[in-house]
Nanobody, 124 residues
Framework: QLQASGGGLVQAGGSLRLSCAASGRSFRDYAVAWFRQAPGREREFVASIRVQGGTTVYADSLKGRIIISRDIAKTTAYLQMNSLKPEDTAVYYC???????????????????WGQGTLVTVSS
């Protein structure tokens, strides 16, 4: 089970940190990713991290503004977002999947478990 939190309303240029709390399974066995979906658009990849080892992958368009991390003891993954823009407004979902090869870390179908989403609104 995944529980996403941390969304809210922020002004352009501000920062937010999203959290994804995992329960019920061996956290170390998974990769955790963030996807987002803006109104009228398809869900898109944001970032992913392998819990064991910490390998990360980022969407090219967001590199330099976001950092994904995890705390194994707290079984929680985080997405730090900086220099937010109005076009970052979306529902952000966290997802988890096991045995994902590196080249598929950004592929939505790689992830079996999904959280409920948290809304991020960036005002101009």
């Amino acid at each position: 089970q995944l529980q996403a939190s941390g969304g809210g309303l922020v002004q352009a240029g501000g920062s937010l940190r999203l959290s994804c709390a995992a329960s019920g399974r061996s956290f170390r066995d998974y990769a955790v990713a963030w996807f987002r979906q803006a109104p009228g658009r398809e869900r898109e990849f944001v970032a992913s991290i392998r819990v064991q080892g910490g390998t990360t992958v980022y969407a090219d368009s967001l590199k330099g503004r976001i950092i994904i991390s995890r705390d194994i003891a707290k079984t929680t993954a985080y997405l730090q977002m900086n220099s937010l823009k109005p076009e970052d407004t979306a529902v952000y979902y966290c997802a988890a999947g096991a045995r994902i090869i590196y080249s598929n870390l950004g592929v939505i179908s790689s992830y079996k478990y999904w959280g409920q989403g948290t809304l991020v609104t960036v005002s101009s």
